[in-house]
């Protein structure tokens, strides 16, 4: 595709559920990018891959979260026992490499009631 | 140490005025300084991007300015349009690392 597609774009669960949440890059983009977007607020880092490897996971919050992408590729981000607070919009950004723009995809808005 | 101040939180303009978006930051750490607009059910898109060598950039009716001493960049819109209209967020990445920090956003409306 020409962009950064997220599945599913919007995910409602109710607390103590698990979810899944798809992150597909741009082809050939070896940097890939998980934020989390509150409302009405910029986007803040969750963690960072370079290829397969997970060279950041400073921001995610909790042991809850956890990501992977294990091909270099796809990028799949989980949340386990999803609480009120979790509810966000989830940005996946995929770059060329290092210091290249980010570009995001639209996003995966997740509701936990 | 790692935020990036951003303001207004909104801000009206009317069609063919200047828009000006401010952001400031503390840490002499970070060295790219990008602007993202995002509309709403969108993700952010990058509008323009600075580096702390240059002073000012200017890309069509989009201007930053860089004050490396005040420790400061703001965003200039030229000739507003209602397509403008969008949330607009700073951002900035440490030198060496990948991740950007965001500020907290403004919300421009141009009116017709």
């Known amino acids: 595709g020409a962009g950064v597609s997220q599945s599913p774009r919007y995910k409602v669960a109710k607390r103590g559920q698990d979810v899944a949440l798809r992150c597909d890059p741009i082809?050939?983009?070896?940097?890939l990018f998980w934020y989390q977007q509150a409302l009405g607020q910029g986007p803040e880092f969750l963690t960072y891959f370079q290829n397969e490897a997970q060279l950041d996971k400073s921001g995610l919050p909790s042991d809850r979260f956890f990501a992977e992408r294990p091909e270099g590729s796809v990028s799949t981000l989980k949340i386990q026992r999803t609480q009120q607070e979790d509810s966000a919009v989830y940005l996946c950004a995929s770059s060329l490499g290092l210091a290249n723009e980010q570009f995001f995809g639209p996003g995966t808005r997740l509701t936990v009631l | 140490q790692q935020q990036v101040k951003q303001s207004p939180q909104s801000l009206i303009v009317q069609k063919g005025g200047i828009s000006i978006i401010n952001c400031a930051y503390e840490?002499?750490?970070?060295?790219?300084f990008p602007w993202y607009q995002q509309f709403p059910g969108k993700g952010p898109a990058l509008l323009i991007a600075?580096?702390?060598?240059?002073s000012e950039k200017k890309e069509g009716r989009f201007t930053i300015s860089f004050n490396k001493s005040a420790k400061q960049f703001s965003l200039h819109i030229m000739d507003s349009q209602p397509g403008d209209s969008a949330t607009y967020f700073c951002a900035a990445r440490i030198k060496g690392f990948q991740k950007l920090v965001f500020g907290t956003g403004t919300r421009l409306l141009v009116s017709p």
């Open positions: 082809s050939g983009h070896v940097s």
């Open positions: 840490n002499t750490a970070f060295d790219y």
């Open positions: 600075i580096r702390p060598d240059v």
